[in-house]
């Protein structure tokens, strides 16, 4: 194998976290902001690109193209590595950044790729390359907007993505068609024909409030969707949250402002 083989458990319900357990000398990669805990001998790197043995066989070009696809899809350019550089076996842990499901993928069981949302990646064994999956089409490009620049995972190892909410996962035959909204999209194997397609209809469009496009994606392959998209979470958390610095207007009593007075917030 390419990639190190790392052995896992994950833990929790609504708010999960994978604990990853490494061989000396082992590695998982991820994402800055994702880490958790380790143990004692858990050593913590900064590395430029992915540190893939493609990046490595290709030299500091490759590292160079690898970083620069990353600030396209708004990452940053480097990856944090984690090492055991213990005797025994060690473990590191990584937390789900919202509520939501950790989802486990064996690329070797995928046919060495698989696709996600940008911002689904969350950690993975050392040699597994994160780069971006280019559109090929003139429509995903201009209209995709969460649906459009997602990630490509290449490798032989296990990659770990989070999905938001309750996590659906399709099994499409050949030819099936499946329409999802682009921020529900999770991530599909690389068999599935993904596009952009306008929802159309001047009442749809202005007054829909579903967004004017929706992902297609044709069999055959596996899709996985989630219920609760960040965006939509931190437009609701955005919608409820005091302006002015101040509480909402009635939040927590029925009397309101009278309320307030009354318990002396007001004075």
Not at 77 to 93: D, E, I, M, P
Not at 216 to 237: D, H, K, M, N
Request: with cysteine; glycine share 16%.
């Amino acid at each position: 194998m390419n990639a190190h083989e790392i052995d896992y458990e994950i833990f929790g319900e609504e708010m999960q976290y994978v604990s990853i357990e490494l061989d000396p000398m082992e590695a998982v990669i991820a994402e800055a902001g994702g880490f958790m805990m380790g143990e004692e001998h858990i050593k913590m790197e900064t590395i430029f690109g992915d540190g893939s043995h493609r990046e490595k066989q290709g030299g500091i070009l490759d590292k160079i193209l690898s970083a620069g696809k990353r600030i396209l899809t708004g990452e940053s350019l480097f990856l944090t590595a984690f090492y055991n550089t213990g005797q025994g076996k060690q473990s590191v842990s990584f937390a789900s950044p919202y509520p939501g499901k950790i989802l486990p993928i064996d690329l070797s069981e995928k046919g060495g790729s698989f696709i996600c949302q940008k911002d689904a990646f969350l950690c993975a064994a050392r040699g597994v390359h994160v780069g971006i999956e280019f559109s090929k089409r003139l429509g995903r490009g201009f209209f995709g907007g969460e649906g459009f620049i997602m990630q490509r995972l290449e490798g032989d190892g296990m990659a770990f993505i989070h999905a938001g909410g309750t996590m659906a996962r399709k099994e499409l035959a050949q030819g099936e068609l499946l329409r999802v909204d682009t921020g529900c999209l999770v991530g599909f194997t690389q068999t599935v024909d993904y596009d952009i397609e306008f929802i159309g209809g001047i009442r749809n469009t202005l007054f829909g409030g579903e967004g004017i496009f929706f992902a297609t994606l044709r069999g055959p392959g596996i899709v996985y969707i989630q219920s609760l998209p960040f965006s939509r979470l931190a437009e609701r958390v955005w919608a409820a949250a005091p302006k002015g610095g101040g509480k909402q207007k009635g939040e927590g009593s029925i009397l309101g402002d009278l309320g307030d007075i009354a318990m002396g917030d007001r004075f």
